[in-house]
Every structure is written in C-alpha cells, then in structure tokens.
C-alpha cells in the first residue's frame, strides 16, 4: 500500500480519533459528498469536520466493532469455500492517509496477500434484515461501492472484498476492483468539497434528510418572534406546494394498490408475487395508556 501512516489506532482514545478524523474526509463522508449516502449528507460532513458535530454512537455502530474479528476469520473461511485459497487477515489498526492528497483518510477493516490478486482490502458490513433487499441482488449498494473506490484511491489497492452479515443469518462477499475513472471524479470531488466549504467556512445546502434536519432544529431551536421577507425563495415555496399536490396524488396511488392487495389475499395471511411476499397479519396492540386492540397489518418485502 502507498498510504502513510496518519496515526496508530490501537487504545487511541475515540475523542481523539475524532478529532484525527475532522482533519480530512473518509469513507462514509465521500458517498455522503456525492449524494449516495442515504443517512448522511454534505451539510452533515461539513458540521462534523468544522463544528466537530459527530453523530451519537449507535448500538448497531458498536455491535459491528466487536463482530469484526469474527468478520475477518469468516471471510477467510469464505474465500477458502469460494476461490480454494487460504489467507491470514490482518487487522489494520492505523488512520491512512493518501500520499499526494492530504484531506482523503481511510481506515481498512483488513487486508490479506491474494496468491493470484496479490494484496487486496477487506470492509465488513453488518445489516439487519430490514437492509436484505440492498444486498440481494449479490451486489453492494452504492455507498459501499463508493467507499471501498475511496479506499483503494487512499491505498492504491487494486482490489478490496466486501463482507457483509445480514440479520445475524446470512454471510457472503463480494470482490470489487479498482475503478480509476471513478476515483478520478471522487478524488476531483472531495478536493472540490473541501477547498468551496469547509476551507471557506461555507455551509452546504441541505439535502433532505434526515441529518440535515437534525442540524438545523440544533441550530434554531427557538423561534425569535420576528417576521423576515425571503423574496429569494418564492422558487422554492411554489415547487414545495407543487410537489405536496404531487405527494398527495401519489398517496391515493399507493393507498389503492394496497387495497388491490387487500382485496385479492382476502383471509389469506401471505401472498408471492415473484421472488417477492406480501403478508396481511394481525398485530396484537397492547394497552397502556389506551385500550389493547389488534388489526391486520399489510406489509410488503
């Protein structure tokens, strides 16, 4: 790997890594600068690396920590099963940094020497089932693929696998090789985030997620019981109305496709439709500050 060598991460205290973190951008944060990230945005890359605004820990976050030795000894496994090879994954335990671009960080879940690929990266991903449709089509959602392009543009790796435990019942992997003109574009992109925003102390327009709106009710949390014109943004409140007359419409759509369903299962509890199953089940509601009641539930997977 022609990565340096940022900072040993070994009993780094995670206020610490943190701080490391803010100085450039990783994995996550460059499908995020891009749009595909689905829980994170460019407004809340840029409150992290300029306010130092880090999202709590989750459980899930810590749970896939402490899986990720038996990730790396399950991959090996796999690999032997799949390709007849036997490898040894190294845990990786340092904050790397791009030789010529300063600002892109990485931190690798493993590595191992390929006999034919010659070395390559690991990332381990655990998902619950709710996530199982992203990773059945046998191939890695788009902010994964993204971030492993990011890592190989750090290491000048030219392949990485990415493992993935589903719901604690399913392990694959999948290999993905370097993709120079993708990581031309990253590379352009998050040099051109950085330098625009967070050099320039300049905040990103929100995106619509969630995050953003995390951000800004942290920002405001008080009204201040003024009036302000906004000439500026009669654009913007007539595609919201345009767009809520649109929500609508597409509300009794999906309410009528939903009694379609209803109306073809009838008592039935579970339907297939293709690869896919549509079920119609009671949900007992316990009673609490309300009455217990139970009602059949539709949903689809």
């Known amino acids: 790997m022609h990565a340096l060598k940022l900072a040993d991460t070994r009993q780094m ?16 944060d460059a499908a995020a600068i ?9 407004m809340s890359v840029y409150y992290e690396k300029v306010h130092g605004s880090e999202a709590p820990q989750s459980l ?28 040894t994954v190294q845990e990786v335990p340092f904050l790397l940094q791009h030789p010529d671009h300063p600002i892109l960080l990485a931190n690798l879940d493993g590595c191992f020497d390929h006999p034919e690929l010659g070395p390559c990266g690991l990332e381990l991903k655990t998902a619950g089932e709710f996530m199982r449709a992203a990773w059945d089509a046998k191939d890695i959602p788009d902010t994964c693929y993204i971030q492993v392009q990011h890592y190989m543009a750090v290491t000048g790796l030219a392949h990485f696998y990415v493992a993935y435990l589903i719901g604690n019942r399913e392990f694959g992997a999948t290999r993905v090789p370097r993709n120079e003109t993708m990581i031309g574009e990253l590379v352009s992109r998050l040099r051109e985030f950085w330098e625009t925003y967070v050099l320039r102390k300049i905040t990103p327009a929100p995106a619509g997620l969630a995050c953003d709106t995390e951000i800004l009710k942290g920002l405001y949390p008080r009204e201040g019981g003024r009036t302000i014109s906004l000439p500026d943004c009669q654009d913007k409140y007539d595609a919201y109305k345009a767009l809520k007359q649109e929500e609508k419409r597409l509300q009794l759509e999906l309410e009528a496709i939903r009694q379609h369903f209803m109306a073809a299962m009838g008592e ?14 009671t949900v007992e509601r316990r009673g609490y500050t309300v009455a217990p009641s139970s009602y059949r539930q539709l949903r689809f997977s």
């Open 13 to 28: 205290p995670r206020e610490k890594w943190l701080a490391l973190r803010r100085q450039g951008m990783g994995g996550s």
């Open 268 to 281: 039935a509890d579970t339907a297939l439709v293709g690869r896919h199953k549509v079920t119609w089940k």
């Open 60 to 87: 899930a976050m810590e749970l896939g920590r402490e899986l990720e030795p038996f990730l790396r000894r399950k991959f090996a496994h796999w690999l032997k099963e799949q390709e007849g090879f036997s490898v």
């Open 34 to 42: 891009l749009g595909l990230n689905p829980w994170k945005s460019a």
